[in-house]
């Protein structure tokens, strides 16, 4: 766990949380601004969350893993993919990161055209029920994308898998924005709620993403595609101090005292690396 808080790569990984979580939320809150001249569209708006998380996860997917998302890490975290720590690191930078993204564009944009800086909440007559369980099953799409398109075991052919969640994305927009605006992400309500102090129904958009991705894990990694992964190799990743085989020959045969992995955490033996959101 020391050697790994401690690498290169483990903090060139947080900060590209950090950085796409401040793009993401700038661009997809700054697309649903009402300014005068264009009211914008449902489709504008889902395309700019969609496209944008296309873009970062293309851009930064092997730096970090491109969660860009608490309830993504989360999920990852639930299957034993990342380490506790490292899930503790990216929903800070991930917190942060929407909370400065937020900050700016509440700073540039105009008066009269920032309203409530697009925070999400319920409309249209929804039931803080009704809300949870389309987070729920919205984020749960989502994260259930994530997993399949990024899968390294899978041997057909998945095209390009940014795009594929970037569509995820978008596509829960256009439904999911006529009920809460659409969250599917805890760390996209929190930044503007922040800036504007506004947490009327907040926890609607922690509870439904959070229980959506959990729900996704537990399903694609554990009933539809699991992992042949014993109990130690489970919690040596959790803990941070799994390496695999090829690794430790490759210390032992260079007395190396240190290698670094790269950005995301090495998964054992028998599967690749499933780390690209």
Not at 26 to 40: D, N, Q, T, Y
Not at 67 to 87: C, D, E, K
Not at 88 to 107: D, K, M, R, S, T
Request: glycine share 8%; proline share 4%; charged share 15%.
């Amino acid at each position: 766990m020391k050697r790994e808080i401690c690498s290169l790569a483990f903090a060139r990984a947080v900060c590209a949380e950090f950085v796409a979580m401040l793009i993401f939320v700038f661009i997809g809150l700054g697309s649903a601004l009402h300014w005068k001249a264009s009211v914008p569209a449902i489709l504008q708006i889902s395309l700019a969350f969609g496209l944008a998380i296309a873009t970062l996860v293309q851009s930064l997917g092997h730096v970090s893993g491109a969660h860009i998302n608490p309830a993504v890490t989360v999920a990852f975290l639930i299957s034993s993919h990342i380490s506790i720590l490292r899930a503790f690191f990216y929903i800070i930078a991930q917190v942060l990161g929407a909370i400065v993204g937020a900050g700016i564009l509440y700073a540039v944009a105009p008066t009269d055209v920032r309203g409530k800086l697009a925070v999400n909440t319920l409309s249209n007559n929804t039931t803080s029920g009704q809300g949870v369980t389309v987070e729920l099953l919205l984020t749960f799409q989502l994260v259930l994308c994530i997993f399949a398109s990024t899968d390294g075991r899978r041997n057909d052919s998945i095209g390009s898998p940014s795009l594929s969640i970037g569509l995820s994305v978008a596509v829960g927009h256009l439904l999911g924005i006529y009920f809460t605006g659409c969250s599917m992400n805890p760390a996209r309500s929190f930044g503007p709620s922040v800036i504007i102090r506004d947490f009327k129904d907040h926890w609607v958009f922690w509870v439904g993403p959070l229980v959506g991705a959990i729900l996704a894990s537990l399903f694609y990694n554990y009933v539809l595609f699991p992992y042949q992964w014993s109990l130690k190799e489970r919690l040596a990743i959790l803990k941070g101090t799994y390496e695999p085989e090829e690794e430790m020959w490759e210390r032992k045969s260079e007395n190396k005292q240190s290698v670094e992995l790269y950005s995301a955490q090495a998964l054992p033996k028998n599967a690749e690396k499933l780390e690209k959101f």
